[in-house]
C-alpha cells in the first residue's frame, strides 16, 4: 500500500510541473518526450511517463525497478 500511495503521489506531482522528469534516452530506439521519475521513498524504482500537449494528460508508460533493461522494457514495437 505504501508503495502504491508513492507511484500515486508523483504521478499527481506532475500535474503542476509536466516536464519535471528527466528526458529518457534509449540506446537503441528513439521514442520523443518520454521522460522519468524515481518514486520517493523507493528510489530505485522509476515511473515513465509522457506529457501529451494537445490533450493536456500525463500518460504513465510504466513503473520499473531501475535494474531492469529499460530499453527492452519500454520498447515499442
Wanted: net charge positive; aromatic share 14%.
Amino acid at each position: 500500500m505504501r508503495f502504491e500511495n508513492a507511484v500515486f503521489a508523483q504521478i499527481e506531482s506532475l500535474r503542476t510541473s509536466t516536464e519535471r522528469g528527466a528526458v529518457f534516452r534509449f540506446r537503441r530506439h528513439r521514442r520523443e518526450a518520454l521522460r522519468w521519475l524515481s518514486i520517493a521513498g523507493f528510489r530505485r524504482y522509476l515511473l515513465f511517463y509522457f506529457y501529451d500537449r494537445a490533450e493536456h494528460r500525463i500518460h504513465v508508460v510504466n513503473v520499473r525497478h531501475g535494474s531492469m533493461d529499460m530499453d527492452a522494457a519500454l520498447r515499442e514495437d
